[in-house]
C-alpha cells in the first residue's frame, strides 16, 4: 500500500530547509572572507602610504637623540675637566680645616705625649675619659671602632678637651662610637708613634704570614723585653690601651669585633704590623704582667696587746667620791700588816704583778669589776701605802 502523502510532503521539507541553512552559510564565510582580504589590503595600502612618512620621523629622531648625547658628552667633559682643574688648585694650597678647633696654647690633640699629661696623672685626660667610658658603655656595642661617629658631636668633645678641660663624659652621655672616633683621632694625630721607630724593626723583625704560627713564646718574651724600654709616658698609654681593646676583643660575641677586626681599624693608627698587634692584645697578661703584690718586710715584727702591754697603760685617774682611809687606820695596819681584818694580799693578774715583792693591800670594799677598774685599784692602793 502506497504511503500517504503528507509524510512524504514533510521529508522533502527538511532536506530542503536544510540544503537552505548550509547555503546560508557559505554565503557568510564567503563574505566575511571577502571581506577580511579587502581589510588586508586597505591596511596594506596605507601602510606604503605611511611608511616613508614614518621613516622620516624615525630619523629625526634619530638625528636628535644623538646630537643630544654628544651636547651631554661635551658638558660632562668640561665639567670633569673643571673639577681636575679646581681639585689641582686646591693641592696646591695648604689646606684649612675651618670645622676643626684653632690650635692654642693648652692643646691636647697634635702635641707631644709628656706635654699633653697632667703633672698628677700618668695618661692623658681624653685618653683616660674615652677608655674608662668605653669600658662601660661601649664593649656591648655592635661595630665599635669601626663604625665613625657624627664628625659634628667628635669635634664640639676635640674643643672641650683641647682646652684642658675634664669632661665628665657619663653625665653627657654621648654616642660610644662618637668616644671611640675621638680616641682614633687622638692616636692619630700623635705627632710621634708610641713604639718609637728606633725601636720598631726589633719588635717587627717576623715577616711570618700565619699569626697564630708566628706568636712563639721566645718572641712573646722578645716583645715583653722590649716594651720595657719605652719610655715612661708611652709605657702607660700602650699598656692602658692594649687592656681596654682586650676587653673589647673579649666581648666579640656581641660587639662582633675580635681582634683581627680591630687589627684592621688600628694598624695604620698605631703604625704596627699585624703579628705585633694581635701579640699586644690577644696576650695581654703575657707582655704587661701585673705588679707584684709587696710584701711585708722581714725585720717588721708585729706587736699584740698582751697583759704586761696593758699593765703598762696609765690607769684612770680614781675616783674623788670614794672614803680615804684615816691616818690612824693606816698607821695601824703597817704597824700590824699581819691583822687579818685589815689586811688582804691581792692575786697578781700577770708575771709583772708577780714580780713586785711589795703585796698589795685593798683599800676598796668592791671586788669585781673590769681589768681596767681592777689596774685603777691596784694603782690607787699603792698610791696609799
Same mark, same amino acid.
Given at each position: 500500500?502506497?504511503?500517504?502523502?503528507?509524510?512524504?510532503?514533510?521529508?522533502?521539507?527538511?532536506?530542503?530547509?536544510?540544503?537552505?541553512?548550509?547555503?546560508?552559510?557559505?554565503?557568510?564565510?564567503?563574505?566575511?572572507?571577502?571581506?577580511?582580504?579587502?581589510?588586508k589590503?586597505?591596511?596594506?595600502?596605507?601602510?606604503?602610504?605611511?611608511?616613508?612618512?614614518?621613516?622620516?620621523?624615525?630619523?629625526?629622531?634619530?638625528?636628535?637623540?644623538?646630537?643630544?648625547?654628544?651636547?651631554?658628552?661635551?658638558?660632562?667633559?668640561?665639567?670633569?675637566?673643571?673639577?681636575?682643574?679646581?681639585?689641582?688648585?686646591?693641592?696646591?694650597?695648604?689646606?684649612v680645616? #675651618?670645622?676643626?678647633? =684653632? +690650635?692654642?696654647?693648652? &692643646?691636647?690633640?697634635?702635641?707631644?705625649?709628656?706635654?699633653? $699629661? @697632667?703633672? !698628677?696623672?700618668?695618661?692623658?685626660?681624653?685618653?683616660q675619659?674615652?677608655?674608662?667610658?668605653?669600658?662601660?658603655?661601649?664593649?656591648?656595642?655592635?661595630?665599635?671602632?669601626?663604625?665613625?661617629?657624627?664628625?659634628?658631636?667628635?669635634?664640639?668633645?676635640?674643643?672641650?678637651?683641647?682646652?684642658?678641660?675634664?669632661?665628665?663624659?657619663?653625665?653627657?652621655?654621648?654616642? #660610644?662610637?662618637?668616644? =671611640? +672616633?675621638?680616641?682614633? &683621632?687622638?692616636?692619630?694625630?700623635?705627632?710621634?708613634?708610641? $713604639? @718609637?721607630? !728606633?725601636?720598631?724593626?726589633?719588635?717587627?723583625?717576623?715577616?711570618?704570614?700565619?699569626?697564630?704560627?708566628?706568636?712563639?713564646?721566645?718572641?712573646?718574651?722578645?716583645?715583653?723585653?722590649?716594651?720595657?724600654?719605652?719610655?715612661?709616658?708611652?709605657?702607660?698609654?700602650?699598656?692602658?690601651?692594649?687592656?681596654?681593646?682586650?676587653?673589647?676583643?673579649?666581648?666579640?660575641?656581641?660587639?662582633?669585633?675580635? +681582634?683581627?677586626?680591630?687589627?684592621?681599624?688600628?694598624?695604620?693608627?698605631?703604625?704596627?704590623?699585624?703579628?705585633?698587634?694581635?701579640?699586644?692584645?690577644?696576650?695581654?697578661?703575657?707582655?704587661?704582667?701585673l705588679?707584684?703584690v709587696?710584701?711585708?718586710?722581714?725585720?717588721?715584727?708585729?706587736?699584740?696587746?698582751?697583759?704586761?702591754?696593758?699593765?703598762?697603760?696609765?690607769?684612770?685617774?680614781?675616783?674623788?667620791?670614794?672614803?680615804?682611809?684615816?691616818?690612824?687606820?693606816?698607821?695601824?695596819?703597817?704597824?700590824n700588816?699581819?691583822?687579818?681584818?685589815?689586811?688582804?694580799?691581792?692575786k697578781?693578774?700577770?708575771?709583772?704583778?708577780?714580780?713586785?715583792?711589795?703585796?698589795?693591800?685593798?683599800?676598796?670594799?668592791?671586788?669585781?669589776?673590769?681589768?681596767?677598774?681592777?689596774i685603777?685599784?691596784?694603782?690607787?692602793?699603792?698610791?696609799?701605802?
Amino acid at each position: 500500500m502506497a504511503p500517504s502523502s503528507p509524510d512524504y510532503v514533510s521529508l522533502d521539507d527538511n532536506d530542503n530547509n536544510h540544503g537552505s541553512q548550509s547555503d546560508r552559510f557559505a554565503r557568510l564565510m564567503r563574505d566575511t572572507r571577502t571581506k577580511v582580504e579587502a581589510k588586508k589590503l586597505e591596511l596594506n595600502a596605507t601602510m606604503q602610504e605611511k611608511l616613508p612618512e614614518w621613516r622620516q620621523k624615525g630619523a629625526i629622531y634619530s638625528q636628535f637623540a644623538r646630537e643630544t648625547g654628544i651636547e651631554w658628552s661635551r658638558k660632562g667633559k668640561e665639567a670633569v675637566d673643571r673639577w681636575k682643574k679646581e681639585l689641582a688648585e686646591r693641592e696646591s694650597i695648604p689646606p684649612v680645616l #675651618p670645622s676643626r678647633p =684653632s +690650635t692654642t696654647a693648652g &692643646m691636647i690633640f697634635g702635641v707631644p705625649l709628656e706635654q699633653a $699629661i @697632667p703633672p !698628677d696623672a700618668s695618661l692623658p685626660l681624653v685618653v683616660q675619659r674615652c677608655v674608662d667610658y668605653l669600658d662601660t658603655h661601649g664593649v656591648r656595642e655592635v661595630g665599635i671602632y669601626r663604625i665613625p661617629g657624627s664628625l659634628s658631636a667628635v669635634h664640639k668633645l676635640r674643643a672641650v678637651f683641647d682646652t684642658g678641660t675634664d669632661v665628665d663624659l657619663p653625665s653627657l652621655e654621648p654616642d #660610644p662610637h662618637v668616644v =671611640s +672616633t675621638l680616641l682614633k &683621632m687622638y692616636l692619630r694625630e700623635l705627632p710621634q708613634s708610641i $713604639i @718609637p721607630s !728606633d725601636l720598631y724593626p726589633k719588635l717587627n723583625d717576623d715577616d711570618n704570614d700565619d699569626v697564630d704560627d708566628a706568636i712563639t713564646p721566645a718572641r712573646l718574651q722578645s716583645v715583653k723585653s722590649l716594651t720595657t724600654q719605652l719610655p715612661i709616658h708611652n709605657m702607660h698609654l700602650l699598656r692602658r690601651l692594649c687592656r681596654h681593646l682586650k676587653n673589647v676583643a673579649d666581648h666579640h660575641d656581641v660587639n662582633r669585633m675580635p +681582634t683581627s677586626n680591630l687589627a684592621v681599624v688600628f694598624i695604620p693608627t698605631l703604625g704596627i704590623d699585624r703579628t705585633l698587634f694581635h701579640c699586644l692584645v690577644d696576650h695581654y697578661r703575657d707582655i704587661f704582667p701585673l705588679p707584684p703584690v709587696p710584701s711585708k718586710p722581714r725585720h717588721f715584727k708585729s706587736k699584740t696587746l698582751s697583759d704586761t702591754d696593758l699593765m703598762r697603760v696609765p690607769p684612770a685617774k680614781p675616783s674623788r667620791n670614794h672614803i680615804k682611809p684615816s691616818s690612824s687606820s693606816s698607821h695601824k695596819q703597817q704597824r700590824n700588816p699581819t691583822a687579818p681584818a685589815a689586811v688582804e694580799t691581792l692575786k697578781p693578774r700577770s708575771k709583772s704583778m708577780s714580780s713586785s715583792s711589795q703585796p698589795f693591800i685593798a683599800t676598796w670594799k668592791r671586788s669585781t669589776g673590769t681589768r681596767v677598774e681592777a689596774i685603777g685599784r691596784q694603782f690607787e692602793a699603792k698610791w696609799n701605802s
